[in-house]
């Protein structure tokens, strides 16, 4: 595949994945796109093939990263309060054991404990 090719596929996977995740919001996905392609202009004199691998990689994951861990909260029609997660199918939701278990007492001592508050301070 050759390294344009490449770049619009990593371009087309951006759009889709806003589309997606913000579907039914013209507003974000318009405001998503434009963003997309500012960044890609912004690099569109970029020629060194690993530069632009990179960039591709970038964009790819960036495209993963929204589809998987991007949600969006719509407010329920009728309250101003409410507010319901639009989850899909590629969302991925995960536990929250290891927060549960920090609450509990249960985390590294040796690693300096949670959030470092076993630390020493600093003298002033």
Do not use: H, W
């Not at 392609?37 to 569109?44: A, D, T």
């Amino acid at each position: 595949m050759t390294t344009k090719t490449q770049t619009l596929a990593s371009f087309r996977a951006l759009l889709r994945a806003q589309r997606k995740t913000f579907q039914g919001d013209a507003l974000q996905i318009a405001n998503a796109a434009r963003y997309t392609r500012q960044e890609f202009l912004k690099n569109k004199d970029v020629e060194s093939p690993e530069e632009i691998s990179k960039l591709v990689r970038i964009a790819k994951d960036a495209a993963t990263l929204i589809t998987r861990n991007v949600v969006q909260g719509v407010r329920k029609p009728a309250t101003n309060d409410t507010y319901v997660l639009k989850i899909t199918r590629d969302t991925e939701v995960n536990s929250n054991d290891t927060i549960k278990l920090a609450g509990k007492g249960a985390v590294n001592k040796a690693a300096g404990g949670c959030c470092q508050q076993n630390a020493p301070t600093q003298a002033r």
